[in-house]
């Protein structure tokens, strides 16, 4: 089963506009990363937070994570045609590999 | 680039067949993980390999085997072809083997016909 479920499936911004996309999970975890996805291609790491933070930033990038809501967002600020793809949150424990949710299609009209 | 190579990009074949996947992963990463992706199913993990050995499985078929060899590029098989395992296979490393980014191939698209 999976372990992360992002939330919302799908989301249509204006270039320029923020973009969030949250995710919420179900166990302990030792840390939660993002990827993205471009339609075909593989998945590219974004960012990787562990348990003991709450807050972190990558360029227009900026993450949080609530341990007890068991849930993360990822904020994209500024967004460009080019962040057009699907966002996923993976999730670490320590004992097993990470854990991908079903991803968010997020979609940027210039 | 992501440094991870996989071959090839695209596999057309008929059912029952045995069909090789490879993965040569990015210098330095110890790890190797098989995926698959579909529509239906989303992202499914298959198997992870650390320096030449299993460490862990999802949920990979019996039809389906793998390995990593001594210079750490690992093949996929993938036999009795059917339908249903038309997919895209993807390949990941990473540098140690839990808790750390992992590295995308872009990927071997299978189609089944």
């Known amino acids: 089963s999976q372990q992360g479920e992002e939330d919302p499936q799908a989301l249509s911004i204006q270039e320029g506009e923020n973009a969030t996309m949250n995710c919420s999970y179900k166990?302990?975890?030792?840390?939660l990363q993002w990827y993205r996805q471009n339609s075909g291609r593989g998945l590219v790491h974004l960012i990787l937070?562990?348990?003991?933070?709450r807050e972190k930033h990558s360029g227009r990038l900026r993450v949080t994570l609530d341990t007890s809501k068991k849930s993360s967002s990822l904020l994209i600020t500024a967004s460009r045609a080019a962040d057009t793809a699907s966002y996923f949150c993976?999730?670490?424990?320590?004992?097993?590999?990470?854990?991908f949710g079903k991803g968010t299609m997020l979609l940027v009209s210039p | 680039d992501s440094g991870v190579t996989q071959t090839p990009k695209h596999l057309i074949t008929a059912t029952g067949q045995r069909v090789t996947l490879r993965c040569s992963p990015r210098?330095?990463?110890?790890?190797v993980y098989w995926y698959q992706q579909s529509l239906d199913q989303g992202l499914q993990f298959l198997i992870q390999?650390?320096?030449?050995?299993?460490?862990a499985k999802g949920n990979i078929l019996e039809r389906f085997s793998a390995q990593q060899f001594p210079d750490l590029h690992s093949e996929l098989n993938l036999s009795s072809l059917e339908l249903g395992d038309s997919a895209l296979y993807f390949c990941?490393?990473?540098?140690?083997?839990?808790?750390?980014?992992?590295?995308f191939g872009d990927g071997t698209r299978l189609s089944i016909l």
């Open positions: 937070i562990r348990s003991n933070e």
């Open positions: 166990t302990s975890i030792n840390n």
């Open positions: 390999y650390y320096n030449g050995e299993e460490r």
């Open positions: 210098s330095g990463d110890l790890s």
């Open positions: 990941a490393s990473s540098d140690r083997d839990r808790d750390q980014p992992q590295h």
């Open positions: 993976a999730t670490g424990a320590g004992y097993s590999t990470l854990t």
